[in-house]
């Protein structure tokens, strides 16, 4: 996947003056040797922070190293005001961590102090309003810090992906979807480049590539890739020439950026206009770390992305959208999973994910458009999704949203597509979240959270956690369990039946 950061981080120890140097440095290369054993991204600087100059000779050494990330390592208790200059002045991503004592053994001068020095630094870290990644317990033996630092680079994959993402969309978002028309202000304040465009521009470059020589490859490559569920094959050439739009779109307007994302508008006059749906081209995108979400949902390809930093897999955006069935949950569920009947939902869209994900995929119609725009003949503009059963896994259930106030709102809910036969069209799965009943009351809907969600294919709750936080979005739901009420949860419950 191209379009996901690399992340390198730079090891740096720090040292207060009145304490050896000499036990930092020791510290400082005993992380550095399990990072290695682990096969990390991670450099080891040598210089060894103790005053404000050392800052800067530490900057230079970082620099020529291109290391994007920066782990400061308190080897003894560390002047925090030197030690937070540096992650004030370094361009990226950076955690503190310190070091625990090795030995009852030693506790002269083999004590370092760092977890007092660890207050100290989280103090100055305040002062200078910065908010680098702290993990939950942030003292540790070498390889457990060598551990947080694993933990680091993939919180850095989100965050740094985020701070040079530009969200390419076409069309203006749908009247009938105002939950997808956020306000675009605070994806500013992420770091995140905007490019609208009209659907003319998309449907003019459209037409300028209908020669384009290269459209006969890319339906081939498409037909390969669809195997037996190619059940359109004369149809691939429009798809084909669509994909090559996007694709020169993209390379073309990348711009200062690193990443890109779409956010496109899909219907009703796309159809009518291009002659068929873009669904499985979504798809295709998708499956390289380059999501475009559905009825221009700009928040929603933002949150696919970040989904696709954190797990490094493709990732899908789905509607959270009907209830399972009775005579399903107890026939197919009940007896065979721990979830309650209102633990389980259907996550649908009409044919976006890709086929990696689903079981049998194959391209077919929007069913919903065919209803709408050609109810009396044969499926021909609406033709282009890829449908099938999304295929068992564990999931991450994310969004980062726009509110109406122009703040960030967050969730993240951990759960699993079921091994379960929806029985129904288009990319669809049966999801089971724990306590979904009340996730989906007093955060979804207690805090207009829109019917997108991005779908993401491993657990990294924890993950985006952090990152959401180093971002500066302080408020993150999550499905909360029984035990623990929500902030506008009625404490005496629900009437009984």
Known sequence: MNNIPNIKVALVAVSRDCFPIELSEKRRRAVMAYANEMNMPVVEIQTTIENEMDVRKALSEIAATDANALCIFLGNFGPEGPSTLLAQEFNGP???AAASEETGKDLINGRGDAYCGMLNASYSIGLRNLTPYIPEYPVGTAIEVAHMIYDFIEISRVVTGVRNLKIISFGPRPFDFL??????KPLYNLGVEIMENSELDLFEAYNNHSNDPRIKDVAADMAEELGTGNTYPEFLLK???????LSDWMEKNLGYSKHVVFANKCWPAFQTQFGFVPCYVNSRFASRGIPISCEADIYGALSEYMLTCATLKPSTLLDINNTVPKDMYDEHIKEKFNYKSTDVFMGFHCGNTPKSLMVDPKMKYQLIMHRLLEPDSEPNISRGTLEGRIAPNPVTMFRLQGTAESALSSYVAEGEVLDVDPASFGSIGVIAINEMKRFY??????????????????????????ALKMMGVSDIGFNQPASMLYRKENPFGIKPE
């Open 94 to 96: 950076v955690m503190f």
């Open 179 to 184: 939950a997808c028309n956020a306000p675009i």
């Open 239 to 245: 798809l084909a020439q669509y994909e090559l739009t």
């Open 441 to 466: 009351r007093h955060v979804l809907i207690e805090k207009r959270f829109p019917h997108h969600a991005g779908i993401g294919f491993e657990h990294k709750g924890r993950i985006l956690f952090e």
